[in-house]
Nanobody
Framework: QVQLVESGGGLVQAGDSLRLSCAAS????????MAWFRQAPGKEREIVAT????????YYADSVKGRFTISRDNAKNTGYLQMNSLKLEDTAIYYCAARASAMLATVDGLYEYWGQGTQVTVSS
């Protein structure tokens, strides 16, 4: 069982940066792939980025490639999403997710564990 708690969201201006954190409980986090998803008002939840259990492999949605960086520190049981050059369209609730597999995945249905979400709002 893994519990996830996100933090770091907030209100920023376009072009600013934010770093989201995902603190995981339990000793198995280092064996789990994790991901960041987001859901904007009136839209479906979508993958933002995902990383395998060791941190050696990552995947990014085209919309954030080159601007966002996913990482993890297994010694601290924490995952991160560094978001640079934020755009208005990045406004959403961001969710951290983990799955009981070392392999990353881009489909939300493959993730068993979810955080409560953190709001990111980008203003002009």
């Amino acid at each position: 069982q893994v519990q996830l708690v996100e933090s770091g969201g907030g209100l920023v201006q376009a072009g600013d940066s934010l770093r989201l954190s995902c603190a995981a409980s339990g000793r198995t986090f280092s064996r789990y792939a994790m991901a960041w998803f987001r859901q904007a008002p009136g839209k479906e939840r979508e993958i933002v980025a995902t990383i395998n259990s060791s941190g050696s492999t990552t995947y990014y949605a085209d919309s954030v490639k080159g601007r966002f960086t996913i990482s993890r520190d297994n010694a601290k049981n924490t995952g991160y999403l560094q978001m640079n050059s934020l755009k208005l369209e990045d406004t959403a609730i961001y969710y951290c997710a983990a799955r009981a597999s070392a392999m990353l995945a881009t489909v939300d249905g493959l993730y068993e564990y979810w955080g409560q979400g953190t709001q990111v709002t980008v203003s002009s």
